[in-house]
Every structure is written in C-alpha cells, then in structure tokens.
C-alpha cells in the first residue's frame, strides 16, 4: 500500500529538487511581477452586495449630483494654537489658499465665511475637480506641511487626503508588523530548533507563500474590487501559516534524520506523516475562512480571500518547495547548532506538564474552564461601531483637525445626507423634516438641495462615528422619516456604517452553522469520533468569547489600554468578531488536528490514552507553543500601529492564540481526554461506514530499494 498523495509529492518534488526549485522561483518571479499592478487592483472602499438603505442614497446622489464621481470639497483647517497667534489667521488663511492651488486637480480655494466660536481657526474650502490625479490627496497633504508660520497649524481634511493618511498608517503598520514578526520568528525558531539552518527554513516557506498570494490577488483584483486590508491579510497570516507549517514538517525530517533515516528516506517518511498532517489542518483553516465569504461585503470577502490564499499558497509550498529543500540541505539542517537550546526531542518540561495535568485532571479542568469562563463575561457588554477620528493619536493631523471642527464650528468629520425621491409635491414635508433635522443636538449647518423632482437634506455629524449618541441619533431620524410618508433615504458614513453592522450581524449564524458544520464533518472523518469534534468546537467556542471578553475590557473600558499601547475606543469595529472568529477557528483546529495525530498515533498502538495524551503534548507541546509565540509576535505587530481597527484585530488575534495555546491545549484538551478516556473515541454504529483516514502514521521504508515504498504501519 503507499502512503498516499501527500507523500508521493514530497517524493517526488525531492527526487528532482532543482527542477522543483527552479519551477518556484518562475512562480515566485511571475507573482512578484504580477504585484506590481497590485495598487490598481485595490479600493479603500468597501461595498455592500445586498440592497441599503445607505445604498439606495448613495446611489439617488450619484445619480442626481455626480456623488463621489463629482467634484470633491476638501477643507484645510487653519488654527491658533494660541490666542496671542490669532491675529496672523487672515495671513495664514491666503497662504493656505496659495499652497492649495499649486496642487494639480485643484480648481479653487477660498477662505470660507463661516464663523469660528473662539476666533482662533478658520476654514480654506478647497475644491478639486472630478477629474484629479490620484497623487492628489498626498500632494495636498505635502503642500499643507509646507506651510510654517509661528504658532499656526495647516490641518489638511477631506476625502482624499483622509485616504492619503490612511493608506500611509496602514503602510506604516504593514511594515512595523512584518518587522516585529519576522525578528521575533527568528528568535523562537532558533529556540524550538537549535538550529540556525533549521530556524531560517520556515521563513523562506513564509515568504515564498506571501508572494504568490500577492501576486494571485493582483490576478483576482484585475476582475473583482478587492478592499486593501487584503494585503495586510496575506502578510500576517502567510506569515503565521507558513511558519506554522513549516515547523511541523522540518521537526519530523528531523526525528526521521536521528533515527539514522537518508535524507530522501527522512522527506519520504515526513511527507506520508506530518505533510498530511498540514494538508489536513490547511483544509480545516480553509473550511473555517471560507465562512466569511458568506458575509455580501466586499471588505468581508477580501479578508477571507487573502486569508485563504495565504493558507492555500502555505500548504502548496510545504507539500512541494520544503521536501525539494530539505533533501538538498540533508544532515545540513542541523547546522549552526545553538548550545541553549535543546531543539527538539521530548522536553523533559512538557513531559512533566503533561503529567501534572492527566495526573490531576478535575482540577485542571474546572481551573481552566473558570479562567476562559471569567474572561468571556465582559463579552456580553460588546458594541459594534466603526472607530471614529478620535481614536488616532492626540497629536495626529485629522484628530486635531476634527476636534477644531466640532468645538469652533459645531461639526464633525462626516456629512448625513437625506436623499427624497419624488418630493415636489410634498415640498413642506421635505422642509419640516429639515427643520425637524436642525434642530437635533446630532446635526449641524443643515441645508435642502433640490435637483428637480429630487430633494437633498445635507447635515453636519456632530458625533463620532463610535458615539452612542450617533447611533441613537440615526435611530431616530429612520423612525422619524417613516411617520411623515416620504420616500426618504438615509445616508451618509453614520448610516453605512450601521447597515453594514447589521449585513454582518445578519449573516452571522449563517457563518457559524457552516464553519461549526464543517469543522465537525472534517473531524468526525478523521478522527473516527462524534466527541473529538464535538469537544473540540466547545472548547473553540469558549476561547473565542474569551478573547472578545479581553477586547472589551482593553478598547471599550480602557483597562490597560495605556500601558499596552492600544488606544481606547466606544465600540469594537463590526467585522472583528466574525472575522476573529474564522480565524482563531482555524488556527485552533491547526493545533488541535497536530496535537491529536500525535495522541491517536500512540492509542492507535495500544497505549492507554493518559499515556497516548502524555506522549502527544510532551511531543508537540513545544512545537506548539513556539508557532503560537510566533503567530502572537505576528499579530503584536500589527496591534501596535494606529489604526484602531488594526490595534483591535492584532490583540484580538494574539489574545486568542495564547489562550488556545496555553490554556485549551496544555490543560483543557489533555485534561478532558484523560476524564473521558475510549469514550473519546467513540463513534455510534450508524456511523461505523465511514471511511478510516489517518492523517499521521508511522511508515515503514525498505531502504534497500533504490526508490524505497513507503507502506502505512497496520
């Protein structure tokens, strides 16, 4: 019998390692030139794909006023930082308007009548044409900080230089997070290892599958509009997956290398083993991302996309690129031993935690149990709201300049437009709804546009995106419009922001019921057990409440949020929680299928399971701690930039895999598996048909032929 597609791969990509060499580093070229193109195929925008109410008057504006296909107003916020300072404003404001129109797509610049509460600020209305260059907003940007006059602020606000910033800090966050990672990677590769060879192979795997998956996602967004998260997507989690499997494989070379194994021999026996093991684990991770895809949002879509494309371009890469490169390096893995580190083997440490655990397993249990318990109960005070402006740093530009806004001239950021079809005929309601409007303590600087048989009531936010009182604002303002029998829409950032809250809400149980599904059919068939996958999605479960219980705790009541670096903010933005929950479903699956292979391989052979369990966590206890310490410096990364969003969905993500990673695989699983000993493998006889896969087993090679079969052991 062989050993199945995974180890005749691997055989085969190391019979021939520089053919398979040389055919990934085309691809890798092919991607890389591919990249390039990779700008233009990304939008900021996000994109609902069911029918809005904020659709619908995005839509009616666009149709009736060109929208965001018109003309774009841009404001430059010229401030005092004194009052002493004051009275070189009107100075300043002309240079403001000099510096605005040597910007290329600037039609005009002035400085606007409205009126300051303090006297100390004053406002340069900035009008660019339609057709602008997309340099545009940076160049407005720049032009702004030229300008230096003692004891003036040049505040650049608008859409196009808001996007400008915000693709800077996402930049910024891009590269701190590959940073961080990478040099972090390092050091607990070299721990887990021992060895320096041995240590950089992962990193090349990482890199290699982040650059395919970019080069595939220039490919996709060529024909669909991908969001730009995308990117930071693929680099944290290509990073994290490639590592992840990475370990898994080269470990096992390993062991099969110290076992006197030739290297072919050691790629043959790592490929039929711990290869299936990754190629298992990649479909359980692709299975639990592709329930974002359900979500109708561009912006969910994307960052399921790139995750998967990520997972998919890990798995290749390990089951093809790292046998070829392996069996070149040989004993040469090994290289550049590291004297601290013990690299591999069985941990004296872990051994004895297994042992500790299985040896008192009530209270392991219902100690970890308590702790998971505790931290998901602030989970039930969750809100979900996109962070506003004031969640950026004190001293960044578009925070400083929405503050001046709303306390000199009583308006925030952002604008609710109120789109009325076939209006004429109700032209006094149209103008009591405006009234009814401007005299919300929510809007500001209301005015009504008639565009024939359409009107247009436009209102100044005076709240965050992230206020409460924003969102009970929009609340009331629907429930207003429905009494007066107008065919009124609501839109603006507040309202599409709302309904894509609600898209997502929505779609929710759809997503769990698949992904939960799934994940339980995939180990049901692998593990031949209906409690192994039913355990397993408790345990998940509770992991993940316990996370968003930390988020709460950190961004919306600011416990640590200073000393973590992390800024506060009212709400946790809306597509967090569902897109952590795919992911930490995946990447726990991921330990969870390594640390089993291990634990039934050993029941398999006759071992008690307290035994088996004991042998499975002192096996790969350290290996798992070390891809999670990796996956956690990865998402730390990306935590500690400034976008709010970025800050939430890294320590969502870190919080989460250290949990899993200490208290679900160290003490939950191995301490639930000794309480329920067989029944843990128990399988109803309805389901005795199914058929019998084993992801990890231990061949037998005949070294003595020149092309060695590996055959499963019976």
Do not use: C
Request: aromatic share 6%; hydrophobic share 50%; proline share 4%.
């Amino acid at each position: 019998m062989t050993i199945g597609l995974t180890g005749r791969l691997a055989r085969s990509s190391a019979s021939r390692p520089w053919l398979t060499i040389g055919l990934w580093v085309l691809l890798v070229a092919g991607a890389f030139a591919l990249s390039g193109s990779l700008g233009n195929a990304l939008v900021q925008d996000d994109s609902n794909l069911v029918a809005t109410d904020s659709d619908t008057a995005a839509e009616i504006d666009e149709r009736e006023r060109g929208g965001e296909e018109g003309p774009v107003t841009e404001t430059i916020v010229v401030n005092a930082v004194d009052s002493a300072s004051a009275g070189a404003l009107a100075q300043a404001g002309e240079d403001a308007v000099a510096a605005a129109l040597t910007v290329e797509g600037v039609d005009s610049a002035s400085v606007s009548p409205a009126p300051s509460a303090s006297g100390t600020s004053l406002l340069v209305d900035v009008t660019v044409a339609a057709d602008h260059p997309d340099a545009t907003g940076e160049e407005l940007l720049a032009a702004t900080d030229t300008l230096e006059r003692e004891g003036i602020e040049f505040l650049s606000f608008g859409p196009l230089t808001g996007e400008a910033m915000f693709d800077g800090l996402a930049e910024d966050t891009l590269v701190r997070g590959e940073l961080i990672g990478v040099g972090v990677a390092i050091l607990i590769l070299i721990g887990v290892f021992g060895a320096l060879v041995a240590a950089g192979i992962p990193l090349l795997v990482s890199l290699v599958s982040i650059t395919t998956a970019i080069g595939a996602t220039a490919m996709i967004g060529s024909a669909f509009d991908l969001s730009f998260f995308i990117v930071n997507m693929i680099t944290m989690m290509g990073l994290a997956l490639g590592v992840d499997y990475t370990l898994v494989v080269v470990q096992r070379f390993r062991e099969e290398l110290a076992k006197g194994r030739s290297p072919l021999d050691a790629v043959g026996v790592a490929g039929g083993t711990a290869n299936r093991a990754v190629l298992f684990s990649g479909l359980t991770v692709l299975v639990s991302l592709a329930g974002m895809l359900l979500v109708p949002s561009t912006i969910m879509r994307s960052l399921g996309a790139g995750a998967m494309l990520s997972a998919i371009m890990a798995v290749v890469t390990a089951l093809t690129l790292l046998p070829a490169v392996l069996r070149l390096l040989g004993h040469r893995v090994n290289k550049g031993r590291v004297p601290l580190s013990r690299g591999g083997g069985e941990p004296r440490v872990w051994r004895g935690v297994a042992r500790t655990v299985t040896g008192r397993p009530i209270v392991s249990l219902v100690g970890g149990l308590a702790v998971l318990i505790a931290l998901a109960v602030p989970f039930a005070s969750m809100r979900l709201a996109f962070p506003g402006l004031e969640s950026l740093p004190e001293d960044n530009e578009f925070r400083v300049a929405q503050e001046v806004l709303v306390e000199d001239f009583g308006y925030g950021a952002e604008t609710t437009v109120v789109a009325i079809e076939n209006a004429t005929d109700d032209a006094v309601a149209v103008e009591e709804l405006a009234a009814w409007i401007d005299d919300s303590a929510a809007y500001a600087q209301t005015t009504v546009d008639w565009r024939g048989d359409t009107a247009f009531i436009d209102a100044k936010d005076v709240f965050g995106g992230a206020d409460e009182r924003a969102e009970e604002a929009l609340a009331d303002l629907r429930e207003h419009i429905d009494g007066t029998g107008l065919e009124a829409y609501v839109g603006g950032a507040q309202a599409e922001s709302t309904d894509f809250t609600s898209i997502v809400t929505d779609a929710t149980p759809w997503v769990l019921l698949a992904v939960l599904g799934a994940s339980f059919v995939l180990l049901l068939v692998a593990f031949r057990s209906i409690v192994i996958p039913a355990t397993a999605i408790m345990l998940n479960l509770l992991s993940a409440g316990a996370a968003y219980g930390l988020m709460v705790v950190v961004f919306q009541w600011g416990v640590g949020a200073d000393l973590l670096g992390m800024p506060q903010t009212d709400a946790i933005a809306p597509w967090i929680p569902l897109f952590l929950f795919a992911v930490l479903f995946g990447l726990s699956m991921d330990y969870h299928v390594f640390l089993l292979t291990r634990i039934k391989e050993r029941h398999d052979a006759g071992d008690t399971t307290k035994v088996a369990v004991v042998h499975g966590l002192s096996r790969t206890g350290s290996l798992i701690t070390g891809a999670a310490l990796i996956m956690v410096a990865v998402f730390a990364g990306f935590a500690l930039g400034d976008l709010a969003e970025f800050a939430q969905m890294g320590f969502g993500l870190a919080a989460a895999v250290i949990l899993d990673a200490t208290i679900v695989r160290t003490i939950l699983v191995p301490s639930l598996m000794t309480l329920l000993g067989r029944w843990n493998w128990y399988l109803p006889r309805g389901l005795q048909w199914l058929p019998e896969m084993r992801i990890e087993v231990e061949p037998h090679v005949d070294t003595e032929s020149p092309e060695p079969e590996l055959v499963p052991a019976r």
